[in-house]
């Protein structure tokens, strides 16, 4: 009895809470009453890519590819992430579910947990690795201690979270306008120690290129195709179609685009030998080289807001598809699934995760590209029915041993979208293939 008593007041307080911060629908589609407005759908995809990670990734595109190609790669890449988070964002938007309901339909009602399953636990690994680099910088910035640093940040984002959508909105408020400031002021800052020539003109590190268009295209690709495959999770909140466009533009190409020029316009023109954007040659490292005191503590306040961004919306979706899986509320499972990112970040252990997690995110594609082919060509209307489906698990299979094929035979090429593009292939010619053997079988 005290059993099912505590379990009767753990649902209780979560209704309580529910009612106070807003539901989050995590095992219903969002009702149109519910929806939130054009301008908070923005801010909440608007702070997630706009971060200084972003900001490294530029600086590595343009190391390794020089600026004129790390500038089409980013363009080119951008633009195809807007097409294939604005396609999943607009399924979301017409159904109102979240990533996890509408898998159940594509893969089945229990085949689902292994595609949500998958980016729920990479999504809250990079919540780890994020909320790692957070105490890592802020300690070896200012010679405080690592762990309580990386707890206090794991503290903060585990807040953000437990608000819910709301909460997304509102460190979107903060973490875009210092980014904006500060990004565009670093930029411009170190631009002005050479020429716009000589930027534009910057050839790679020590003047050599070793980074393919292909590769380029899925390093940009890579850095958000995790939380875009499960954009359904914040773009079920928008009220229309136009509405869930325009957020997921705001992300990709602008927010995304802005956060790697600033980052690849600073190294094309300090033109740093051997530069490390993941140490201290990032716009951290430049705030704070100039040693003032009013810009040491602005940089401090920027990393915090800035990584908290993405370390909530990790920790958002991750929560969800998990909630989701064990049938319980999206706040409890940011609790527990932030406290086990703490750990994993505190204990210094993040950094052999990152290799993992993009060994892992080769899997991502191919899963977003079944879903457009189902829902877009297939079966726009259906509904979660079976409990597995094989089709798109076949697949699914065959896209990722492409992905691992293309990565390791022809690393020339993109291995992002190559795997998209077989298995969205590969689905649609099974579906065509058994609806047309099924049509010669069926008698006059």
Not at 1 to 8: L, R
Not at 183 to 193: K, L, P
Not at 288 to 316: D, E, M, P, R
Request: glycine share 12%.
């Amino acid at each position: 009895m005290s059993g099912q008593s505590n379990s009767g007041l753990v649902h209780q307080a979560e209704g309580q809470i529910d009612d106070l911060l807003g539901h989050e629908f995590e095992h219903e589609p969002v009702p149109m009453s519910a929806r939130r407005s054009v301008f908070s759908v923005t801010m909440v995809w608007l702070g997630f890519p706009m971060i200084i990670t972003g900001a490294m990734t530029g600086s590595i595109l343009v190391l390794g590819m020089g600026f004129k190609n790390a500038l089409v790669a980013m363009i080119v890449g951008n633009l195809i992430m807007f097409a294939y988070v604005g396609a999943l964002g607009l399924i979301g938007t017409r159904r109102g579910m979240n990533f996890a309901l509408i898998a159940s339909i594509v893969f089945g009602k229990k085949g689902y947990v292994l595609a949500s399953g998958l980016l729920s636990t990479l999504l809250l690994g990079w919540y780890a690795v994020q909320t790692g680099i957070t105490g890592a910088l802020i300690s070896s910035t200012y010679g405080l201690n690592y762990v309580a640093m990386t707890i206090v940040a794991g503290v903060l984002y585990i807040g953000i979270t437990f608000v819910g959508v709301k909460g997304l909105h509102y460190i979107g408020l903060a973490s875009v306008p210092l980014f904006v400031l500060l990004g565009v002021w670093v930029a411009a800052d170190a631009a002005s120690t050479t020429t716009a020539a000589a930027i534009f003109g910057y050839a790679g590190n020590n003047g050599v290129a070793n980074m393919s268009m292909g590769v380029g295209l899925t390093v940009v690709i890579a850095l958000f195709i995790d939380a875009g495959t499960v954009t359904a999770d914040f773009n079920r909140w928008a009220p229309g179609a136009r509405a869930s466009l325009f957020a997921t533009f705001s992300a990709f190409p602008f927010a995304n685009l802005v956060a790697m020029l600033v980052g690849g316009v600073m190294t094309a023109a300090l033109a740093v030998p051997n530069a490390n954007p993941f140490g201290v040659d990032n716009m951290f490292g430049y705030m704070n080289g100039k040693q003032l005191t009013w810009l040491s503590i602005l940089a401090f306040i920027f990393l915090y807001a800035n990584l908290g961004s993405v370390c909530s919306h990790c920790l958002y979706n991750a929560a969800t598809g998990w909630s989701r899986i064990l049938g319980t509320n999206m706040r409890l499972m940011a609790v527990v699934l932030g406290a086990i990112g703490i750990v994993v970040a505190a204990g210094n252990v993040w950094a052999f995760f990152i290799q993992w997690l993009s060994l892992l995110g080769i899997l991502v594609p191919p899963i977003g590209a079944i879903i457009l082919v189902d829902q877009y060509v297939l079966r726009a209307e259906a509904r979660a029915e079976a409990d597995w489906r094989a089709k798109p698990f076949i697949a699914w299979g065959i896209g990722s041993l492409c992905a691992f094929a293309v990565e390791n035979l022809m690393p020339g090429l993109s291995t992002a979208i190559s795997a998209a593009v077989v298995a969205g292939i590969v689905y649609g010619a099974i579906a065509r293939v058994e609806s047309s053997t099924e049509k010669v079988a069926r008698p006059a």
